[in-house]
Structure formats: C-alpha cells, structure tokens
C-alpha cells in the first residue's frame, strides 16, 4: 500500500487544474494569491509522482501533452469528489463556500441584482461571484459555476436545468407616440421607428397574428446591448421588443406602453441554468438553482 505523503496531493491537483483553466502560470497565480514557482512546484511533484509530462511550458504559454489532458479530466473528477464529499460531511451545515455565476446583462440588472439581498439574507454564509456577457460562454474557461441563458441552447453535454420563459413585449414611450402618433393596428408601426438589436437580428423581425408577414418598421438606431436599447427607447427615439422581465417595471411605472398586447406573435424566450457539477455534489449550487428558478418565475 502506498504511503501518505506518495498519494497524490489535492492541492496539487487543484494547481493543475488552475493552471490549464486559466490559461498559464502567471494569471493562475495572480487569481490564487500564490506565486507562479508554486504553481510549478505542484505541476513538477505531479509530473514526478505520475513520471509524465504534463505541461509544455514557454515563455508567453502552455501547451498541455496528450498525457496531460487525460489527468486532467481525472483530475477534474477527484476534485468534484472531494468537494461532493466535503458537502457530505457539513449536510447539517447551512451551505457556504464560493460560487461563480455568468448571465446576460439585462438579467443581472433586471432580475437578479434587484432579489439578491434575499438571497445573501438567507444564505450568507455563500459567496458570490458574478459575471456579465451576452455571449454563451465556456463554462471551464470563464470559471463559471452555473451560466444562465436565455432563448434555445444549442446541443450540449452540460448538464442543464429550466428556470422558466418570458414573453416578449413591443413597448414605446408614451412621448414619443404623442410625437409621431399613436398606432391603432398592427401595420400602423411602419410609420414609426425601430430602435434595433445588433444581435440577434430575429428580435428586430415584429410578427403579429393574423399578418401573413412581418411589418417592417424602418430603422432609428441600432445597439449592440440590450439596455442601450432600452435607455434609447426610454429617451424616445422608437420602438423596441424587449422581453418581459427587462421592461416590466418600466411599463407599471407608465415610462413605456405596451402596443398590442397579446397581437405579437414571439415564442416566449426560455430562460435556463448551465453548470457542470451535479446538483448533487454541491449544495450550494442546488439552493442557488431553487432560488432562480423562484424568481424567474415570480
């Protein structure tokens, strides 16, 4: 049997595995508050206790070996483990620890950053991490634990788990219609202006039913961010469909109107949690999930 100090070490493991996620030594070191020769020393103990090499090293960059890649998606493993085991062991615990989401902008500003004092007052003992991106994002190279997204996620092996929909709305300001004049059908928008996504191009394309085809509306502004376009349809240059929960307060504060509700013919939007970790293994991502699930809903 093997002695203690010849197993392998967790803490060399974890290097390991920081160093490949991060993308090299020094920015590694940089977000573990360690410097980069003991990041090295860990990868060299590995490589001695494993006689492979693990790592090709540079100056300006790794590359890691075929060996390399297959201890990591071991590594990986035992690390999940470990942390699975240690949530075992503090069950009759509050959960705690850190925890790295990544969402959309607008659903941080509209959605989580207005609840998560109810959150923080009911699980302080979690630390939040959060990152903001309208794109999908490598959940491994982001350091993401959970990623939200909205709309269909393309096919993917990460585990996943719904949050809920939300419809679309077509919204103005009230000033602005008072300014270029209040439409009373459907096809009376082409009149007016279209403050438009950049991105994806489909949230421009303003379908209603009973229409065989979309109303083209002709273009005010185009903004590559969701809240430009909503400040821009708030200061009155157009119309803009936006999802529900981005103009909500928006439309019960009468800064916006609603033109022909129930008319817009949109799928609602899905609205879906991404994470890596079995709920199982980890408890604090599994209340972190119950609690999204209960806001994107309400």
Known sequence: ??????LLRMGDLAAFVGIVDDGGFAESARRRGVSASTLSRSVTRLEEQLKVTLLRRTTRSIEITPEGAAVLAEAREILDRSEALQEI?????????????NAPVPYVLHVLAPRLAEFRAEYPGIQLSIDMTDALVDLIGSHADVAIRLGQLPDSDMLHRPLGRTAWKLVAAPEYLDRKGWPKIPTDIAKLEQVRFAAPDHINTLRFTGLPTPVTVPPAVTAGNGEAVRQMVLGGLGIARFSDFMIANDIDAGRLVELFPGQLDAAPLDISALYLTRVSGLRRLGVFLDWLATISEG
Do not use: D, I, N
């Open 89 to 101: 062991a503090t069950s009759g615990q509050a959960p705690a620890g850190p925890l790295r989401v």
């Open 1 to 6: 049997m093997q002695k203690l100090h010849e």
